[in-house]
């Protein structure tokens, strides 16, 4: 904790390369498991013959077990610190069960039945374990950003570093997926599970920021502000996470592109995100840019979400060039909404872990029920095979990876333009990031 002058004048100060990089490279086991949840899980299911109703049960148990977490472990970070601790502790859970919401029904193999309602039941119950930990995780993590500086600068450059080694952790998931989708001749995507994880995460230990009497949730819903960047950070959210889940639908069943396209498109999009994240890491922030570069990623997804919702089958190599684009706006849109919530918190530390994880709460218990209300539809379509006009193809894919994050993007615009953003200290880093 901070005690003098002298510390609170060094915790003002841009970090350096390394320290930005370790702490990017924290998050990347959360990130390569949450790709696989929202791009695979469904796909996986209902391979393996659970119904889109029962598919999108399994996901929604997962985002409700995320979600009351996030709240959980936010009030008790900010009650009782460690954020390291709950960190590992969070990510040892993720390396643990994650293969059991991937595998065979566990509990199918211990009572002897394969009976749909026992699939669903095993699979929820090890899918709400994983997201237990990949909330203590993802909040602990995004908490840090305040402790670690308090220069608004410099809490940009470790959002858009983090988002940086996302993209580094989904590739590495599309490069496997590739292969499998290559290698083998069915849909499953079983195999995924068996890829080999490993998992580094060091940070700088140094100031942590002035002790303050624990800020109460009260003093947070009172601010105008609070309600803005949750309803972004939310919009933004069901904007990444729609969009992911229904790709691979969209791609094999809509645009019935070749099956490696399930891990070719996602990794263009990554590969895109990717590039921009870094080049974000170079500019000196302020409010008003942060309103300027999210207005900018919501109104390229609102044109290709029209371009999602009317591309026709014997056009799809389009897909690509909206797939750089979609990379594009998911980075620039998710920098700058993780972003807004640093400055939502300034200086207000001891009660940054109840912000992140009440924002998370509404993410996902938002993104689980739009993917549970659009999975279910999932049958009601008409059969795709031989459509060939576009308003006889139009489908619940067509809706969750066009409709629903173009108007999602549209919502997360306008409330940014009634934002009132004021940060300090915006100092670029001591060296460029890129040298």
């Keep these: 904790m901070i005690n003098d002058m002298g510390d609170e004048e060094s915790c003002t100060k841009p970090l350096r390369r390394w320290s930005v990089v370790f702490y990017g490279v924290g ?29 999108a049960a399994v996901m929604l148990s997962g985002q ?18 460690h954020f390291k601790i709950w960190h590992g502790a969070g990510s040892a859970l993720v390396a643990v069960s994650f293969s059991s919401v991937f595998g065979g029904c566990i509990p199918c193999k211990i009572l002897g039945s394969n009976s749909s309602t026992l699939r669903t039941i095993g699979y929820s119950t090890f899918a709400a374990i994983f997201n237990v930990g990949w ?19 410099s809490r940009v450059v470790l959002a858009s570093c983090r988002n940086a080694f996302t993209m580094v952790a989904n590739l590495s ?10 290698v083998k001749t069915s849909n499953t995507v079983v195999d995924v599970e068996n890829q080999d994880l490993h998992f580094l995460c060091r940070l700088k230990q140094g100031v942590q920021g002035k002790r303050f009497a624990r800020i109460s949730w009260a003093y947070w819903f009172k601010k105008v502000l609070y309600y803005q960047v949750a309803l972004v950070y939310v919009l933004t959210r069901l904007v990444t996470n729609v969009s992911q889940a229904f790709l ?15 891990a070719v498109v996602p990794a263009i999009i990554y590969i895109s995100s990717f590039i921009v994240s870094v080049l974000l890491q170079e500019f000196t922030w302020t409010g008003k840019r942060l309103k300027l570069f999210y207005s900018a990623g919501g109104i ?58 009440s924002l998370s709460f509404m993410d996902k218990i938002s993104c689980g029920i739009a993917l549970y209300i659009l999975e279910s539809y999932q049958n009601t379509f008409p059969n795709l095979q031989g459509c060939s006009s576009m308003i006889s193809c ?19 615009v306008l409330v940014t333009f009634t934002m009132d953003l004021h940060s300090t200290s915006p100092k670029p880093l001591m060296e460029p990031l890129l040298a």
């Design 248 to 262: 691979a639908f969209y791609v094999i069943n809509d645009l019935q592109m070749a099956q490696s396209s399930k």
């Design 173 to 182: 998931l599309y490069g496997v997926a590739f292969v499998v989708f290559n």
């Design 135 to 153: 909330a203590a995780t993802q909040v602990s993590h995004m908490s840090m950003v305040n402790c670690i500086t308090l220069n608004s600068t």
């Design 64 to 81: 409700i077990a995320d979600g009351f977490t996030t709240i959980f472990a936010g009030e008790l970070i900010d009650r009782f610190g």
């Design 300 to 357: 390229l997804w609102i044109f290709c979400g029209s371009g999602f919702l009317f591309l026709p089958r014997n056009i799809h190599a389009a897909m690509y060039f909206l797939s750089i684009v979609i990379g594009i706006a998911n980075a620039l849109m998710m920098v700058t909404a993780i972003s807004m919530q640093s400055i939502l918190v300034g200086q207000d530390l001891n009660g940054c872990a109840f912000v992140y994880g």
């Design 394 to 412: 139009f489908s619940v894919s067509r809706t969750g990876l066009g409709l629903i994050p173009a108007i999602c993007a549209l919502g997360g």
């Design 27 to 55: 998050h990347m086991l959360n990130d390569i498991t949450s790709a696989c949840w929202f791009t695979y899980l469904l796909v996986f299911l209902t391979d393996i013959g659970l119904s889109p109703r029962d598919a």
